[in-house]
Antibody, heavy 124, light 110 residues
């Protein structure tokens, strides 16, 4: 069965960096676009970034402002999110989410599987 | 870009029908048929309930249905049940090749 397992969250000081990982299994990872979605404590869902199945197309939400990098290693079935210049506003649970259809060039918002999330806390 | 507009809360009695609206613009909801709806119970990951405006994934109850008119998409839950009490989010593709969520709606079963 499909599994997505995020890791790498933790407590980091304001201005610091963190790298999140999402280990995928149970499907052909290299044929599906992947996304990161975050949720601040007690708040709503916020889409963060998308990477096409082959890594050729990448899209970010406006608030990212160049601070985040999304990448993937299809040989290791793993998705990454490198986060730099973190602020308290980045404190959230970060979920990885799989596109429901393979081959999309842009995010479509149709995510059929989600991980359990990893908590990032930025302390000031 | 601002989040899509959803009512903060909607409530209904068991067996009733409720509808959650999701209002955007012609650059997102109104311009594309990539609108999805997610259900999220406390402490859990979201679950897709509707995609491409009105398509229900396998395994999702047929009590859930989606539609769209102009710049507003809607999720209707018929025959409301206690297990439907959760937060619901819409999301739409946008003209900037990104996607944007709604602010979320808390559904309460009275």
């Amino acid at each position: 069965q499909v599994q997505l397992l995020e890791s790498g969250g933790g407590v980091v000081q304001s201005g610091g960096s963190l790298r999140l990982s999402c280990a995928a299994s149970g499907f052909t990872f290299s044929t599906y676009g992947m996304n990161w979605v975050r949720q601040a404590p007690g708040k709503g869902l916020q889409w963060v970034a998308f990477i096409q199945h082959n890594g050729n197309n990448i899209y970010f939400a406006d608030f990212v402002k160049g601070r985040l990098t999304i990448s993937r290693d299809n040989s290791q079935n793993t998705l990454f999110l490198q986060m730099n210049s973190l602020t308290a506003e980045d404190t959230a649970i970060y979920y990885c989410a799989k596109d429901s259809s393979g081959g999309w060039l842009t995010p479509k918002g149709t995510f059929d599987y989600w991980g359990q999330g990893t908590l990032v806390t930025v302390s000031s | 870009q601002s989040a899509l507009t959803q009512p903060a809360s909607v409530s209904g009695s068991p067996g009733q029908s409720i509808t959650i609206s999701c209002t955007g613009t012609s650059s997102d909801v109104g311009g594309y048929n990539f609108v999805s709806w997610y259900q999220q119970h406390p402490g859990k990951a979201p679950k897709i309930m509707i995609y491409e405006v009105s398509i229900r994934p396998s395994g999702v109850s047929d009590r859930f249905s989606g539609s769209k008119s102009g710049n507003t998409a809607s999720l209707t839950i018929s025959g409301l049940q206690a297990e439907d009490e959760a937060d619901y989010y819409c999301i739409s593709y946008t003209s900037r090749s990104t996607v944007i969520f709604g602010g979320g709606t808390k559904v309460t079963v009275l």
